[in-house]
């Protein structure tokens, strides 16, 4: 309840095809599907000649993904590919939190006990990512000389509020992404974003946004309305999360 979230909702299913793909690199996001409810591309990653992981991804409002519809959605992009589907060898499917913003005292109000990873609101804001973050805390608790269950909670919540104060840049991307468009334009953001310099856009993945970067990002026309864009970034963050 402290935590206003978009989510990347996602069926994957990998498939033993009839005859190769003949792909020789993944195609990391295929936006030019229809949109539906929010922000939708397709991954593909072939995995050998003839098997290959295809994913529908939607950045909607919330968790729930209408599990047939996605199905429906592969089996379509398959055939469009001209991939013939053979063999279903298995299924993933799953829902990433996106951070819009929130009360992180208040989040951490409801955590009695040590906690890591989502639980704890660790992982990266625009991708919902956990890892490189789990990674870290393993860092910063392997340092620690002493372990109850007080000082692993103190080191770990903040550890996770140092994290929420870094990510805000973020937090306020997203909720230009969520909140200053319609849903199914989603795409024009990212769109633009893509068309920024490559190592931006690794940093931007690895949380480590140089102020030059941030200034970059923000620079130019937005591909949202521009009242919209402001009001999504000045609504006062306990608003919004508590809506």
């Not at 922000?39 to 295809?54: C, H, K």
């Not at 409002?61 to 996605?70: F, I, K, S, V």
């Not at 870094?166 to 024009?188: E, H, I, S, V, Y």
Request: proline share 6%; with cysteine; hydrophobic share 45%.
């Amino acid at each position: 309840a402290a935590l206003r979230m978009g989510f990347q909702s996602f069926v994957g299913q990998e498939w033993q095809l009839s005859e190769p793909h003949g792909l020789t690199a993944p195609i990391i996001m295929d936006a030019t599907v229809d949109q539906q409810a929010g922000y939708r591309f397709v991954y593909s990653l072939p995995f050998s000649a003839d098997t290959l992981l295809i994913e529908d991804t939607h950045y909607i409002d919330n968790a729930t993904l209408e599990g047939d519809r996605a199905r429906q959605n592969i089996r379509d992009y398959a055939a469009q590919q001209g991939w013939r589907l053979d063999r279903l060898l298995r299924e993933e499917q799953g829902a990433l939190p996106i951070t819009l913003t929130g009360d992180v005292a208040a989040f951490w109000q409801k955590h009695d006990l040590p906690c890591s990873g989502l639980r704890a609101g660790l992982f990266h804001p625009t991708t919902g990512y956990s890892l490189p973050l789990a990674v870290a805390l393993a860092d910063r608790l392997a340092q620690m000389q002493t372990f109850t269950s007080e000082t692993l909670h103190a080191t770990i919540q903040q550890f996770a509020s140092q994290a929420w104060q870094q990510q805000r840049f973020f937090r306020m991307l997203n909720r230009m992404l969520f909140l200053a468009g319609p849903a199914d334009q989603r795409w024009q953001v990212m769109q633009r974003f893509y068309g920024l310099p490559e190592g931006l856009i690794a940093r931007f993945y690895a949380g480590k946004l140089t102020l030059p970067d941030r200034l970059r990002i923000l620079s130019g026309k937005p591909p949202v309305p521009v009242l919209a864009a402001l009001q999504a970034i000045m609504t006062p963050h306990r608003q919004q999360a508590m809506q």
